[in-house]
């Protein structure tokens, strides 16, 4: 945290935990603006090609707008909203081309990458502000040396430092986070008694342009392939039914398959190329370790393995295990114990104790 007065742009996105993020940073005496996506409006399209529309609740609403407006008037400081529809069009391309190529994405990091600790960066330099600001709840911590690292808010039941794995190593100065140690209800606590109108807002549970949850459609209508009929198949191959459409299925799903069986079965492959949906019992789920790519390496690099907590999925528990860093800007994880539900496309964050290592995206299962 800054000890100098600076100037501070948040990103507001109209709920509780960015209005008292804006609030925090203020009695702190800094310059603070608050901004707010506009990524679209109920019924209104992204940009001409893209018919992609935004919930009416939910993070980057209209709604929210009003809502952080209101926030922003309440704390008598400057206020703006920003149209980053053109830039939210990556988000969605990302996610169809994802789910077509049989992989399960995760849109809020990637949006956290791009945009908000990516292009607010450049907004922030346009206007004189030193550092970029957020409600999520983790930290960033500097060393006597001068490095910064990022890690587990105070907060672990609501911890998003998965989210944000994907900030360079050089944003993590830039970047302040100021409920990262607190809890939850000491958030809304504060905002209550600041007369914060957003202080009982229910926190949003939805993908913002997904809201009726029918992933597959929006793929569907987006995609140049489309969604297309194909067969169910064991690991042997063999057809036991038949789908709408491989995209409708994710790793590890066991409801709604619409396969007749002795033994549940689990979802256990995409097939992008046959447009299989491969399915089995649930000891096929299980992978001793990972492989993934694009790595973002948030500590100093390390040569053979290091033993650390790894998250598989943002809702998923940390497990034991070790990591170790390959020379093709890649990385493999071992599991301690075995685990399920390996996807493709999801993304692996490495963890010691609170601090964050830094993470990659999955490429598939590994055997050691």
Not at 24 to 40: A, C, D, K, P, S
Not at 258 to 286: D, H, K, M
Request: glycine share 10%.
């Amino acid at each position: 945290m800054p000890q100098t007065r600076n100037k501070v742009l948040v990103a507001m996105s109209g709920g509780v935990d960015s209005s008292v993020a804006a609030s925090i940073l203020q009695q702190q005496g800094h310059e603070v603006v608050g901004l707010f996506m506009r990524l679209g409006s109920p019924g209104e399209r992204l940009q001409s090609d893209c018919d992609v529309k935004i919930g009416k609740q939910g993070c980057c609403s209209i709604n929210d707008a009003d809502d952080a407006r209101a926030v922003a008037a309440r704390l008598d400081m400057p206020f703006y909203v920003v149209d980053f529809k053109r830039d939210f069009s990556r988000i969605i391309e990302y996610f169809v081309a994802e789910y077509d190529a049989g992989r399960t994405p995760n849109p809020c990091v990637r949006c956290n990458d791009w945009l908000k600790f990516g292009r607010l960066h450049e907004y922030a330099a346009q206007i004189g502000a030193s550092h970029v600001a957020s409600g999520h709840y983790a930290r960033v911590e500097s060393t006597p040396g001068g490095a910064h690292h990022l890690l587990r808010g105070l907060d672990h039941d609501k911890d998003q430092s998965y989210v944000l794995f994907g900030a360079r190593p050089e944003r993590l100065a830039e970047m302040l986070l100021p409920i990262g140690g607190m809890h939850k209800s000491d958030v809304r606590e504060m905002a209550r008694e600041l007369g914060l109108p957003v202080f009982d807002k229910p926190d949003s549970q939805e993908i913002c342009f997904v809201p009726d949850g029918k992933y597959a459609n929006l793929v569907g209508r987006h995609s140049e392939d489309g969604v297309h009929p194909g067969a169910i198949v064991d690991q042997g191959g063999q057809q036991l039914g038949t789908h709408p459409g491989h995209q409708h299925f994710t790793v590890g799903q066991r409801r709604g398959i619409g396969v007749a069986s002795s033994i549940p079965l689990f979802v256990l492959q995409r097939n992008s190329q046959t447009n299989e949906v491969v399915v089995g019992p649930r000891e096929a789920l299980l992978s001793k370790g990972l492989r993934a790519r694009e790595v973002n390496w948030l500590v100093d690099r390390h040569s053979g393995w290091r033993s650390c907590e790894v998250r598989i999925r943002y809702n998923a528990d940390p497990v034991g295990g070790a990591v170790r860093l390959t020379n093709d800007n890649q990385l493999e994880v071992r599991f301690d114990d075995p685990q399920t539900a390996v996807a493709p496309g999801q993304a692996v964050v490495c963890y010691e104790e609170d601090l964050v290592l830094g993470g990659a995206w999955i490429e598939g299962p590994r055997d050691f």
